[in-house]
């Protein structure tokens, strides 16, 4: 099987370096990492490294390339790259992509599926989330700090799940902490009641998850905030679990004191950030659904201003 990551960020470096590696010299897995600028270049030079809490290591990539027309047609296709770039990596795609080719969004929020799905309609779009804190420290060099490392994946159903045990079976075997759900939209609702309110607050406050859960006031708002992500969930018929506030209120206390969104870091580069995603599409959501959510609201102000 041929593999595409697009992306080689925190996320596609981490779960495409654990392929790479698991699958070097493999006759039957080809692994391609699709990445630019010198990014690409240190590790067409000296591999992918990684520094994570499994061990450090090096990856090299089958083909490590910015051109995914030169790669040939892909069988699978893992998007890991910012929201913001997910239309325009989408169509620099669509020559290596055909009518048997499975694509994995692994990005922040609720709706990549759908958008690639307009983008790529002779590919099979099949939803996936990840929990992971990891990022570009240097070109060619992947640092994971914290998280889960668990990727899912799958279907709303478990008849039409069942075609893609192959893929759990190549992640699994990449020793890579993988499940194939018939629940994919709890799941992305689960991640987006975390990351939402924790991204736009971080980034609006410049604390970290520890901080915020420090500053009582913050930590009221940030659970305030996760009631109005469940209220929008349930207006379009995502049911998730009684206690998911708590458990994700829980979650964020395991994280590192010292940790920091995505979102929060890009934002203190100066980068273009996932506010649309994340924070913007909240606030749509809740306008489009009629439900307030006047703390998202808040802080998407702070934001943009």
């Known amino acids: 099987m041929r593999i595409a990551i697009v992306g080689i960020g925190g996320v596609g470096g981490y779960f495409g370096g654990k392929l790479a590696r698991a699958y070097a010299g493999s006759e039957h897995h080809e692994i391609i990492f699709i ?8 590790i067409q030079q000296n591999g992918l490294q990684l520094f994570t809490k499994e061990g450090n290591y090096v990856a090299w990539p089958n083909i490590a390339t910015d051109n995914p027309a ?11 790259v910012k929201s913001y770039s997910l239309e325009s990596s989408a169509r620099s795609l ?17 709706d990549s599926a759908e958008r690639l799905r307009a983008e790529l309609p002779d590919a099979t779009i099949v939803a996936g989330s990840v929990y992971i804190i990891s990022h570009i420290e240097k070109p060619g ?16 159903d478990s008849e039409s799940a069942k075609p893609y045990s192959n893929i ?16 994919i939209s709890e799941v992305l609702w689960s991640k987006y009641l975390l990351m939402c309110p924790v991204a736009s607050l971080t980034s609006a406050t410049g604390k970290t998850y ?10 009221k708002k940030v659970r305030g905030m996760m009631e109005e992500v469940a209220a929008v969930a349930k207006a379009r018929y995502i049911d998730l679990p009684e206690n998911a506030i708590d458990k994700t209120m829980e979650m964020i206390a395991c994280f590192g004191h010292n940790s920091k969104t ?21 606030c749509r959501a809740g306008r489009e659904s009629g439900i307030p959510i006047p703390l998202h609201d808040e802080v998407l102000k702070q934001l943009i201003n």
């Open 94 to 110: 669509k020559a290596s992509i055909n009518k048997n080719t499975v694509v994995i969004p692994l990005l922040n929020g609720v």
């Open 35 to 42: 990445a630019r600028g010198e990014h690409l270049r240190a």
């Open 262 to 282: 995505s979102m929060q870091l890009d934002r203190e580069k100066g980068n273009q950030t996932e506010i649309d995603t994340l924070t913007a599409f909240l």
């Open 141 to 156: 060099v992947i640092r994971q700090e914290d998280g889960a490392c668990k990727l899912t994946f799958g279907t709303d």
């Open 70 to 80: 030169i790669a040939g047609i892909f069988d699978l296709v893992f998007f890991c």
């Open 168 to 183: 759990l079976d190549i992640l699994l075997k990449a020793k890579i902490d993988a499940t194939l759900t018939n629940n």
């Open 210 to 219: 520890g901080a915020i859960l420090e500053d009582s006031t913050l930590q």
